[in-house]
């Protein structure tokens, strides 16, 4: 699994962090998404794919 975050599309509304703490986090000056682990575990898999399906700004994207 690779995933790569556009932080130009990011509104900061957090909710892929709510989805996978472990691998996002947000900037606490402008709430931008920080990616943690743009390879993490195969056991996060699915809530990371949760947290791109969940972003409204559609700025996380999963491969693999």
């Known amino acids: 699994m690779n995933i790569t975050v556009d932080e130009n599309r990011c509104v900061g509304a957090g909710q892929c962090v709510l989805a996978a703490a472990e691998v996002f986090d947000q900037r606490e000056e402008d709430g ?22 969940r972003c409204p700004a559609m700025a996380i994207e999963v491969a693999g």
Do not use: K, M, S, T
């Open 32 to 53: 931008i998404v920080v990616l943690l682990d743009a390879d993490p575990p195969q056991e996060l898999a699915a809530r990371v794919r949760e947290a791109a399906a």
